[in-house]
């Protein structure tokens, strides 16, 4: 079974800087995603980005990039110029191939933004 | 285009009773996932849903049960409740083909308190 871990259960930035959250992962599997996704107060759950593990090119969304390393399995995120809107729980999550919609969470991290 | 739409938002009900929780997916999606979210557990899958048909199930009691519809939509339904059934259910569809993205898109959940 896939399992996934964030370690940091809280992080805090000041805002403008730049902040990296962890995030590792457990899988047998060749093919798979990695996403982070974002909770804000509001509980929406929304993407922040995705990343195919065939592909071999970190994934860059605006502000936000991911540094994976599939040797390591590890996904962590780091966000650029942080904004008091980037203040929610973020959570890393794997799904397998194709065929299988399955996500597993991590634990989540909360970012707080300091103004 | 609409987004997930979870109904009720918010309902309270006592131990023993039962529960039906409904999710319109995106139009054109056509699995539907749901998702339990507690401050100890986090976020558990429950089940998933494609063409009407269970694909994959978490680890919960047959108390937790769903069905999808011919439109997509779907309900889940829990027996019995237990105070540890408090929780906010997630739903979340996709696009369950070879060419999507992977991405998983959520409701707003809805928030069930069990007394």
């Known amino acids: 079974a896939q399992t996934v871990t964030q370690s940091q259960p809280e992080m805090s930035v000041q805002e403008a800087e730049t902040v990296t959250l962890s995030c590792t992962y457990d899988?047998?599997?060749?093919?798979?995603?990695l996403f982070w996704y974002k909770q804000p107060p509001s509980r929406q759950m929304i993407l922040v980005i995705r990343?195919?593990?065939?592909?071999?090119q970190n994934a860059t969304e605006n502000r936000f990039s991911v540094n994976f390393q599939k040797a390591a399995k590890s996904f962590s995120l780091k966000i650029s110029d942080s904004q008091l809107g980037d203040a929610a729980m973020y959570f890393c999550?794997?799904?397998?191939?194709?065929?299988?919609?399955?996500?597993?969470f991590g634990t989540g991290t909360r970012l707080t933004i300091i103004p | 285009k609409a987004g997930v739409t979870q109904t009720p938002r918010y309902l309270i009900k006592t131990r023993g009773q039962q529960v039906t929780l409904s999710c319109s997916p995106i139009?054109?999606?056509?699995?539907v996932s749901w998702y339990q979210q507690t401050p100890g557990q986090g976020l558990q899958f429950l089940f998933e849903?494609?063409?009407?048909?269970?694909?994959n199930k978490g680890n919960f009691p047959g108390r937790f049960s769903g069905r999808q519809f011919s439109n997509s939509r779907s309900e889940m339904n829990v027996s019995t409740l237990e105070l540890g059934d408090s929780a906010l259910y997630l739903c979340?569809?996709?696009?369950?083909?070879?060419?999507?993205?992977?991405?998983?898109?959520f409701g707003e959940g809805s928030r069930l308190t069990v007394l």
């Open positions: 979340a569809s996709s696009v369950p083909t070879s060419a999507n993205t992977g991405e998983l898109f």
């Open positions: 899988t047998s599997e060749s093919d798979y995603y």
């Open positions: 990343q195919e593990a065939y592909k071999q």
């Open positions: 999550a794997y799904r397998g191939d194709f065929g299988n919609e399955k996500l597993t």
């Open positions: 139009s054109g999606h056509r699995s």
């Open positions: 849903y494609f063409s009407e048909t269970q694909r």
